[in-house]
């Protein structure tokens, strides 16, 4: 069974910056895709960010230039960068772990005020 706990969200103004981090429990993490999604209020759930097991990076149109997805295999971490954020940015941010199935985080907040 794998577990993902998200952490790093928060409230920040208007071109500021944050950090997520989404720590996975298992033994699949190198193998596997990890992905952040955000859901704002009254929204579906959009992708955002997508690294490989092997490091390819994708990003949404809306974040690139701005979001970095970077992994960790030794400590079982993926995190997101945001850099430059806008009010547009709020939403629940999720982690997504996609190996033989796909596994989802508990979302964490993130507020941006103008």
């Known amino acids: 069974q794998v577990q993902l706990v998200e952490s790093g969200g928060g409230l920040v103004q208007a071109g500021g910056s944050l950090r997520l981090s989404c720590a996975a429990s298992?033994?699949?993490?190198?193998?596997?895709?990890m992905a952040w999604y955000r859901q704002a209020p009254g929204k579906q759930r959009e992708s955002v960010a997508t690294?490989?097991?092997?490091?390819?990076?994708n990003y949404a149109d809306s974040v690139k230039g701005r979001y970095t997805i970077s992994r960790d295999n030794a400590k079982n971490t993926v995190y997101l960068q945001m850099n430059s954020l806008k009010p547009e940015d709020t939403a629940v941010y999720y982690c997504?772990?996609?190996?033989?199935?796909?596994?989802w985080g508990q979302g964490t907040q993130v507020t941006v005020s103008s």
């Open positions: 997504d772990l996609r190996a033989t199935r796909q596994y």
């Open positions: 690294v490989t097991s092997g490091g390819s990076t």
């Open positions: 298992g033994s699949i993490f190198s193998i596997a895709t």
